[in-house]
């Protein structure tokens, strides 16, 4: 299943990705210094991701094509991974589109209270 996942980087800093079913990454976020704001980071995602023209398609000097999404303000919220044409950037766009509004949100940023690393955090559609 695809889901967003939260981990933090060797800063401290919370960052999300968003994978599909081989566990492969699609998405990526900046970094966050507080795991609330990460949350919210895939909130807006999730609202913003159904609409076209949030998603920003751009190329590489040697043709490999990725895509950037941001939010309402104009500002980058996620960029992809690598694509090698434009057909797979476009495809996975679409894709995002129908499984990132309900996707989970998996947190393997730090230890809960069970010693796992890995929890499931629910978030309410606004």
Do not use: H, W
């Not at 599909?20 to 949350?39: D, H, P, Q």
């Not at 589109?97 to 309900?102: I, V």
């Amino acid at each position: 299943m695809e889901k967003f996942v939260i981990n933090k980087n060797k800063n401290g800093e919370y960052l999300f990705d968003f994978i599909n079913n081989e566990e492969e990454v699609i998405l990526r976020s900046g970094a966050y210094t507080r795991k609330f704001m990460c949350i919210k980071g895939i909130e807006s995602v999730k609202a913003n991701s159904q609409e076209d023209l949030k998603f920003f398609r751009k190329k590489t000097p040697d043709n490999r094509r990725y895509f950037n999404l941001k939010a309402f303000n104009g500002r980058i919220i996620a960029m992809s991974t690598m694509f090698k044409d434009k057909l797979s950037c476009d495809n996975e766009i679409e894709s995002f589109k129908t499984k990132a509004l309900d996707a989970p949100i998996e947190d393997r940023s730090g230890n809960n209270k069970s010693g796992r690393k890995t929890r499931n955090i629910a978030i309410q559609a606004v």
